[in-house]
């Protein structure tokens, strides 16, 4: 059976194109959904290393607005009918665990191969309902489980034990910027469960539709071509043209000292290459069949990582020890969005969360980032243009 709508993820962003979430919550839903799909029976091995495509992708933005349950039900919509192994919102972290432990299978893939595992993708729209709050074993459990172990153990209180041969956890939720603060202990933040997590964050709705169209011949196409997907099992093979790509990026990226500085996000750099290759994979069976990464699949999953990245340090404003930790995100957004503005213009647009202190502190914490540059003589501040490359947009006037 064939593919009816060609790449995946263009036809899921045709289909959820007349509903309010923004572009951003809708493409990385439907890589989510990839990912359910192919589950652990699909996997990358390269050298010592083996690659799964699982994600722990996190829907951030204040309450209501940008519609982040809405993303997530369109991909719903698509994700249920196949009957995968997801998760309930509502467990205690034992229980948890017996699930995913129940969700044993075996695949077969070529001939006379096959794979045990235990492959489950928690769908949940509220992340603080799943995970607690300051639940430092079950995170630790979760940041465990996200690197696949071919063999993972559980001890129970009681005495017990679940065994879990070939682990493999996809993550899909949603959550706001004040949950992370109350759910996340400290030392989750920079490291360990928040290292692993793509918070994907948006602050409005793409656009106002007061009647959502939902093409029903579409979703059932997408449904078949997911299914199709479902089918895949066995390992992907990198063409010459992909490693040539990731090789010249990996080393590029490894050499680049313009990298934002915030140790929040320290850890999660360091795990960028990682991360691209496992979106290659959705990348490529999003687009095909044939499981063989190519280039486009590689420069594909960088531009999608690349584009969540600035908004991504919105989703944790707030969480850290500066006075000024909350605002800090927006005066480089803004800053970013028009490329060069005065400080009478940033202390306007901010007057009601900082002070002429606290907003120069932050000039001067965004110039050592390597963000911007500014000028005392005339009380401008612009974008670093070796930083040009991490922007998301935005205008080339000035605005005075």
Request: with cysteine; charged share 25%.
């Amino acid at each position: 059976m064939s593919r009816q709508l060609g790449d995946f993820l263009d036809a899921y962003m045709l289909f959820t194109e007349e509903t309010e979430p923004c572009e951003l919550y809708r493409k990385w839903v439907g890589i989510s959904i990839i990912a359910a799909a192919l589950q652990r029976k699909c996997y990358l091995h390269w050298g010592s290393q083996t690659w799964y495509p699982n994600l722990y992708i996190v829907l951030t933005g204040p309450p209501g607005e940008p519609r982040k349950g809405t993303a997530m039900a369109s991909g719903y919509s698509i994700l249920r009918p196949l009957n995968l192994k997801l998760s309930a919102d509502r467990l205690t972290p034992e229980y948890f665990i017996k699930e995913l432990s129940l969700c044993a299978t075996t695949t077969q893939f070529d001939a006379g191969k096959f794979m045990n595992h235990c492959s489950l993708t928690v769908f949940s729209k509220e992340l603080t309902v799943f995970i607690g709050y300051k639940n430092s074993q079950f995170l630790a459990d979760l940041t465990d489980l996200y690197d696949c172990a071919d063999n993972w153990s559980y001890r129970t209180k009681g005495g017990g034990s679940f065994e879990v041969t070939g682990a493999w956890l996809n993550m899909l939720a949603a959550t706001t910027p004040e949950q992370i603060q109350a759910a996340l202990p400290a030392e989750a933040i920079g490291g360990g469960f928040a290292s692993r997590v793509l918070f994907i964050y948006a602050e409005k709705r793409g656009k106002t539709v007061p009647i959502p169209i939902e093409n029903q011949e579409i979703k059932q196409k997408l449904i078949a071509d997911l299914e199709e997907i479902s089918l895949l099992a066995g390992p992907f093979r990198a063409t010459n043209e992909y490693i040539e790509v990731r090789t010249e990026w990996y080393v590029s990226q490894s050499q680049d000292t313009q990298v934002i500085q915030d140790a929040r996000f320290a850890a999660y750099y360091s795990r960028k290459a990682s991360t691209a290759t496992k979106l290659s994979m959705i990348m490529s069976a999003s687009r095909s069949d044939e499981m063989k990464l190519r280039a486009e699949d590689f420069v594909r999953a960088v531009e999608v990582l690349d584009e969540a990245e600035i908004p991504m340090m919105r989703a944790l404003s707030g969480v850290g020890r500066s006075d000024y930790a909350e605002i800090l995100p927006a005066v480089m957004e803004e800053i970013l969005k028009h490329k060069e503005v005065t400080l009478r213009y940033l202390m306007n647009r901010f007057s009601h969360d900082t002070t002429q202190f606290h907003l120069m502190k932050m000039v001067e914490t965004l110039e050592l980032m390597g963000v911007l540059v500014y000028a005392p003589i005339t009380k401008k501040v612009h974008v670093n243009p070796d930083f040009s490359k991490k922007q998301q947009g935005g205008q080339e006037a000035e605005v005075n």
